[in-house]
């Protein structure tokens, strides 16, 4: 861009005052700059909300199916215990001995404990799950990020400047671009997890 023609020279001994050149020039390039960084990180962004979204959909369903077998069928123990119950009446009834199905009298009968494979099932997808999540969570404090740093300020070319290089120092400290760039990577780590423990429901059936 052709600064000399888009902005006229500065009075002689004003090069430097706050609505010289130099600092129009140095807002026009940090707008270039600041949006072509903002455009990519916001694409990416985006795409992993929306996918981070469908996932975390995806695995809850999953997750509803593999809880139960965390925890006791009560409704076969409810009926096995009704059964015993019937054996003691008519056994009663028939002035007969009571025979009891030591498998359901039995106080370890009570004593629930899931398989290895649906712990592993269970502990795989809640992780994955989480793991979508925290990616969700941090998209959307990301784009908040960049949603300040791209904000609008006023006052003179100079005040912008500093400012703007005061926003991008900070974005930089905190390693924005960096945690824009995990993202994708966690939300590769809960997909593998997700599959690895959809092979291991699937072999345990």
């Known amino acids: 861009m052709d600064y000399e023609q888009k902005y006229p020279p500065d009075p002689i001994f004003e090069e430097a005052q706050p609505n010289a050149r130099v600092w129009r020039m140095c807002v026009d390039e940090f707008q270039i700059f600041d949006t072509d960084l903002s455009e990519d990180a916001r694409d990416t962004v985006d795409v992993l909300l929306v996918f981070a979204g469908l996932f975390s959909a995806v695995v809850t369903a999953f997750l509803i199916q593999a809880a139960d077998k965390l925890e006791p069928d009560y409704v076969q123990l409810s009926s096995s215990v009704l059964f015993e119950i019937l054996v003691v009446q008519r056994a009663l009834a028939n002035g007969s001995a009571v025979d009891l199905d030591p498998v359901i009298s039995s106080p370890d009968a009570l004593q629930f404990m899931p398989t290895h494979s649906q712990l592993w099932i269970n502990g795989l997808w809640y992780t994955s799950l989480s793991l979508s999540l925290i990616t969700a969570l941090v998209a959307v404090l990301a784009k908040q990020w960049l949603h300040q740093y791209m904000a609008m300020t006023s006052g003179t070319p100079l005040d912008r400047s500093l400012l703007r290089q ?32 959809l092979v291991v429901y699937l072999l345990q059936l």
């Open 166 to 197: 005061y926003r991008y120092e900070g974005l930089q400290a905190w390693r924005v671009p960096l945690i824009i760039g995990l993202l994708p990577v966690l939300m590769h780590l809960s997909l593998g997890l997700f599959f690895l423990g």
